[in-house]
């Protein structure tokens, strides 16, 4: 059973471009989010995709964006990089939106995004 | 006031000893808990879950949920080397958003 997935592993990027950020939920799940994890914090949720629409969002700018595939793949697209960018992004899939016993998160590897 | 909040630690234990973790949250909406476990310069990994009020058992780990106080606690019996980490308690509202404590960083003494 093939679990979340993310690509790249690693990036370095300076700072004013743009970035995107891959990732394939576990088998059976249709449900991607994202979160940026900043070191020593927990992560943040940025955004939701279900059915390939974006059902909630987290309190990050219009840089952030994102995108759900018919497979339910998705993507995280970051403009206009800053400094303050640099950091872990995780990728999580579920099953369903909301509800109990819909919800378990299940987390991809991540990919650590250096801004410079 | 952070939406859930965790004792950042460090805590220490003795190898074998009971660890116990805490965990608050803001917003009585929430409808579903979790705990994660997270090793250095690695991805969070989920321990347990818990969506009714009380104790949960699975292994050496126990989740208690007391709704009313808005409280959540892990509990590590007989606490190895390997279970040190930073472990992070998260929040589901109905809408399926999570929102995650900034985690505690246990270590377990040989």
């Known amino acids: 059973d093939a679990g979340v997935t993310q690509s790249p592993t690693h990036l370095i990027k300076t700072r004013g471009q743009q970035v995107t950020l891959r990732c394939s939920p576990k088998?059976?799940?249709?449900?991607v989010s994202w979160y940026q994890q900043a070191l020593g914090q927990g992560p943040q949720f940025i955004f939701q995709?279900?059915?390939?629409?974006e059902r909630q969002r987290g309190n990050f700018p219009d840089r952030f964006s994102g995108h759900q595939f018919p497979n339910y793949s998705s993507e995280l697209n970051v403009n206009a990089l800053l400094l303050g960018d640099s950091a872990l992004y995780l990728c999580?899939?579920?099953w369903g939106v909301g509800g109990t016993g819909t919800d378990t998160q299940y987390f991809g590897p991540g990919t650590r995004l250096t801004v410079l | 006031q952070k939406e859930v909040e965790q004792n950042s630690g460090p805590l220490s234990v003795p190898e074998g000893a009971i660890a116990s973790l805490n965990c608050t949250y803001s917003?009585?909406?929430?409808?579903?808990f979790f705990w994660y476990r997270q090793y250095s310069g690695k991805s969070p990994e989920l321990i347990m879950f818990?969506?009714?009020?009380g104790d949960k058992e699975d292994g050496r780990f126990t989740a208690q949920l007391n709704k009313a106080s808005q409280y959540v606690s892990l509990l590590i019996r007989d606490s190895q080397p390997s279970d040190s980490a930073t472990y992070l308690c998260?929040?589901?509202?109905?809408?399926?958003?999570?929102?995650f404590g900034d985690g505690t960083t246990l270590t377990v003494k040989p």
């Open positions: 818990i969506y009714s009020n």
């Open positions: 088998s059976g799940h249709d449900t």
């Open positions: 995709y279900y059915e390939e629409e």
């Open positions: 917003d009585r909406g929430s409808q579903s």
């Open positions: 998260a929040v589901n509202t109905n809408a399926g958003k999570s929102t």
């Open positions: 999580a899939s579920s």
